[in-house]
């Protein structure tokens, strides 16, 4: 369902996941399952307001951008600051076999859900000419 990305490209988001930093936050984890014929995607981005939050396809890329900006208090001693924040980014790269023109999204409860449908495969018939007969064209 979903195509496969370069191997050290995984391995640098897995380590950006683990120990983002406060420069460059810690990515968006992320869930996809096929279920009734289509990808289901479940992306987790607790405390974003669900409103600046950009979804794009572009090339069979979809681009999941968010923001959560840092609540900083003035006149507050910080004792930890942990919960990361800025820009989140995620791209999914789509097979063919997914309609990227019909996906649907809802936010609930902190977790962005993409609905994709699986596209139908068509099967067409190519008809083969022979002897002195004329070429006969494809269709589908």
């Not at 420069?23 to 974003?48: F, K, N, Q, T």
């Not at 789509?94 to 609930?108: G, P, R, V």
Request: charged letters at 30%.
């Amino acid at each position: 369902m979903l195509m496969r990305t370069d191997p050290f490209r995984e391995l640098d988001r897995l380590a950006q996941q683990r120990l983002g930093t406060t420069a460059r936050s810690a990515v968006m984890p992320m869930d996809a399952y096929r279920h009734e014929g289509a990808l289901l995607v479940h992306l987790d981005l607790p405390g974003i307001d669900p409103e600046p939050i950009d979804l794009n396809v572009e090339q069979n890329v979809l681009t999941v951008k968010a923001e959560r900006s840092a609540q900083e208090a003035k006149d507050v001693d910080m004792f930890l600051a942990e919960r990361p924040h800025g820009i989140f980014n995620r791209e999914v790269f789509l097979s063919e076999t997914l309609d990227a023109d019909h996906i649907e999204a809802s936010y609930d409860a902190g977790v962005l859900i993409m609905r994709i449908l699986v596209a139908e495969a068509k099967a067409r018939k190519i008809e083969v000419s022979h002897g002195g007969s004329e070429k006969k064209e494809i269709t589908s």
